[in-house]
């Protein structure tokens, strides 16, 4: 019966199916924009930051990680779901500056990357000329990857050459003619990074070449990184002096006041990276979520009235029913069916 009716009144059950269709393709729109935008924000973050869990270490003065590949070896030896694991020179003063024709601009971070292990990372980078595939080769040497917020300013275009102003270690002024590679499309918030060969860069700074400041590791797809930045922690703490969890940045830099003395690993996860602008995030999220109410709401009210006019429109043969001794309930389960 309950069947029949449908069929007999297929025009009102098709406007209530496409209110239901509409409903969700705006509902699932708005949630794949907002949380893809977040996804896409903590993408930007690993590869800014160096991973989904970055390690550093500090101690004894120490501007490198003594054995980066003690710490490779665990954890590949570890069940961890890791997608990548790759070792890092990151140069966070901010007096490294750009020059070309005249032009310059200061970057606020330089990182050294090995390529041809972090392939697949930089594949999601977009890019507006080059790529970074060039830096996988021995073509790459010598060569810069910078973005188009910096290309803008400089007026420069892949290959022409810059000059690379920074200091050393111990202080020294010293400059680099670089190769522009690839200009890539990045925010603002991200767009003052210049990426370079791990090798060019610890030549710069008058280190060894297969020094490291840092070491990436980047989860697979679809993994908690949050989670994941934690068990990295616990993993490595079996074997070396491992910092404790921290939410951001500023708590580490709180604890590194104390004074450390010997090398003690510290992990970030991109959270706390991110925790300097949490209220921007947090203020996305509360938009989408906004939005996603008020939709489901209009939703709601359009179905609701839809199935009022069509309830109303039997009034007379819901009093057949009834009349004839189906009961309430019955009748209920009839249209609920």
């Excluded at 199916?17 to 924000?41: D, K, R, Y």
């Excluded at 310059?104 to 930089?122: I, N």
Aim: net charge positive.
């Amino acid at each position: 019966m309950a069947f029949r009716n449908v069929y007999r009144r297929r025009k009102r059950y098709a406007l209530i199916s496409i209110a239901v269709a509409t409903g969700f393709a705006l509902i699932t729109f708005i949630t794949a924009l907002a949380f893809g935008s977040m996804s896409a924000v903590k993408d930007k973050t690993a590869r800014y930051f160096a991973g989904h869990a970055s390690i550093t270490a500090y101690g004894n003065d120490l501007a490198y990680i003594q054995d980066p590949n003690k710490i490779i070896s665990v954890l590949q030896a570890s069940s961890l779901p890791f997608r990548t694991i790759s070792s890092r020179v990151s140069y966070n003063y901010d007096n490294a500056v750009l020059l070309f024709n005249g032009e310059t601009v200061r970057q606020r971070k330089l990182s050294g990357v090995d390529f041809s292990v972090e392939s697949a990372v930089f594949a999601g980078l977009s890019f507006m000329e080059g790529s970074s595939k060039i830096m996988e080769t021995d073509a790459g040497e010598h060569g810069i990857l910078i973005s188009i917020t910096a290309a803008r300013i400089l007026g420069c275009r892949v290959g022409d050459n810059l000059t690379l102003y920074m200091t050393t270690d111990s202080g020294q002024y010293n400059t680099a003619e670089l190769v522009v590679r690839g200009i890539f499309r990045e925010t603002s918030i991200f767009g003052y990074i210049a990426y370079m060969r791990r090798t060019d860069l610890n030549a710069l700074l008058l280190r060894a070449s297969d020094s490291a400041t840092d070491i990436a590791v980047f989860a697979k797809e679809g993994i908690d990184t949050e989670k994941f930045s934690e068990n990295v922690r616990l993993e490595l703490s079996k074997t070396f002096r491992v910092f404790p969890h921290f939410n951001s940045r500023a708590e580490r830099d709180s604890e590194l006041m104390k004074g450390i003395q010997v090398e003690t690993l510290s992990i970030l996860s991109p959270n706390a990276q991110l925790a300097q602008i949490s209220q921007l995030l947090n203020a996305l999220l509360l938009i989408a979520y906004l939005t996603l109410s008020v939709f489901s709401l209009v939703v709601s009210v359009g179905i609701l009235n839809t199935w009022r006019v069509l309830v109303y429109e039997r009034t007379r043969e819901i009093g057949a029913m009834r009349a004839m001794g189906m009961l309430r309930v019955k009748v209920r389960e009839l249209f609920l069916f």
